[in-house]
């Protein structure tokens, strides 16, 4: 899994790619915290995603329970896949068509 800034600042915005699994989950939920302490919103994109697993996932809906501003974009067809499997409504519902 890769995290890359792609703009940082007080509107970041982080690009994950690879995969998000158990293996990368919490490296990756340890580097979205650090994201959420220096940032007054975070947009991330998720179109690289090329697999995830319900550690991923949960490390996305616990960035949603955050009460900073997050936004999913640009999800990938894995992740659409796995959502729309487990009829996880928490994430179809925040992602965008």
């Known amino acids: 899994m890769a995290l890359t800034t792609l703009a940082p600042g ?12 158990i293996a990368e989950a919490a490296e990756t939920r340890d580097a979205l915290a650090l994201a959420l302490t220096t940032s007054e919103t975070l947009d991330l994109d998720l179109g690289a995603l090329e697999n995830i697993d319900v550690a991923g996932l949960q490390v996305l809906l616990a960035l949603l329970l955050e009460k900073h501003p997050v936004r999913l974009t640009n999800p990938s067809e894995a992740l659409r896949k796995v959502v729309g499997l487990l009829h996880i409504e928490a994430l179809q519902n925040r992602l965008p068509n």
Do not use: E, F, N, Y
């Open 10 to 21: 007080p509107a970041m915005h982080i690009g994950l790619s690879g995969d998000l699994t």
